[in-house]
């Protein structure tokens, strides 16, 4: 065999690292998508819970303000005017 012969076989070999970190990364990509999924799959379980803590949530502060308007109502009223004074002349 002469040394023409044996150059492009070295090519081919020197290429395969390069064949390997392409496998790697398709590997890697799976990966990250399998993860992806899993970290959606979590998000979308928790996210009915935290939905009616956020409206016991809600439904708790509307109660409490209704408390404290009925318990003082002028000082309600001046509150409700004061922040329509700041709305209207903020526009």
């Known amino acids: 065999m002469t ?5 492009p ?7 395969a690292p390069l064949v390997d970190e392409a496998l790697a990364a398709a590997n890697r990509k799976a990966d990250n998508e399998e993860e992806l999924s899993a970290l959606r799959s979590e998000v979308a379980r928790l996210q009915d819970p ?9 439904r708790l502060a509307i109660k409490e303000l209704r408390g404290k308007v ?15 004074f700041l709305y209207g002349f903020t526009r």
């Open 70 to 84: 009925r318990a003082q109502p002028i000082t309600a009223a001046v509150a409700v005017g004061f922040l329509g």
């Open 9 to 15: 076989d070295n090519r081919i070999e020197e290429a």
């Open 3 to 7: 040394e023409d012969q044996a150059a």
């Open 50 to 58: 935290l939905r009616e803590a956020a409206s016991g949530a809600g």
